[in-house]
Nanobody, 114 residues
Framework: QVQLVESGGASVQPGESLRLSCVGS??????MNWYRQAPGKQRELVAG???????NYAESVKGRFAISGDNDMQTVYLQMNSVKPEDTAVYYC??????????WGQGTQVTVSS
C-alpha cells in the first residue's frame, strides 16, 4: 500500500522560513511534487523533482522555495523561505510511481500571517 505522509505545516509570520517533509512508502517514485490549495482557489503545482534530480517551480515561488529529495526518491522536502501571506494554503505531497500511478498525501496547513 502506497502512502504519503506530510509534516511541517505551521503558522508563521511573513518573511520567516518553513520546511515541509513528505515521507513515502510502498513504492519508489519517478517524480515527487508539492501542490497547494488556498481557500476558494484551484490546486496548483508549487514545485517538483524527478528521479534524475530535475526540478521545476511555479513562478510565484522561484527564488524563495527549494525542493529536494532523498536518493531513494521516497522522501521529498520543500524549503520555504521569505514566505508571504499569499503562500497560505494546504500543501499536498504528490508522487508518481514507476508505473505512472499517482498518489496524494493528506495535506498540511501553512498559514502566513502577521
Amino acid at each position: 500500500q502506497v502512502q504519503l505522509v506530510e509534516s511541517g505545516g505551521a503558522s508563521v509570520q511573513p518573511g520567516e522560513s518553513l520546511r515541509l517533509s513528505c515521507v513515502g512508502s510502498g513504492s519508489r517514485f519517478r517524480a515527487m511534487n508539492w501542490y497547494r490549495q488556498a481557500p476558494g482557489k484551484q490546486r496548483e503545482l508549487v514545485a517538483g523533482i524527478t528521479s534524475n534530480g530535475r526540478t521545476n517551480y511555479a513562478e510565484s515561488v522561484k527564488g524563495r522555495f527549494a525542493i529536494s529529495g532523498d536518493n531513494d526518491m521516497q522522501t521529498v522536502y520543500l524549503q520555504m523561505n521569505s514566505v508571504k501571506p499569499e503562500d497560505t494554503a494546504v500543501y499536498y505531497c504528490n508522487a508518481l510511481s514507476q508505473l505512472l500511478a499517482e498518489y496524494w498525501g493528506q495535506g498540511t496547513q501553512v498559514t502566513v500571517s502577521s
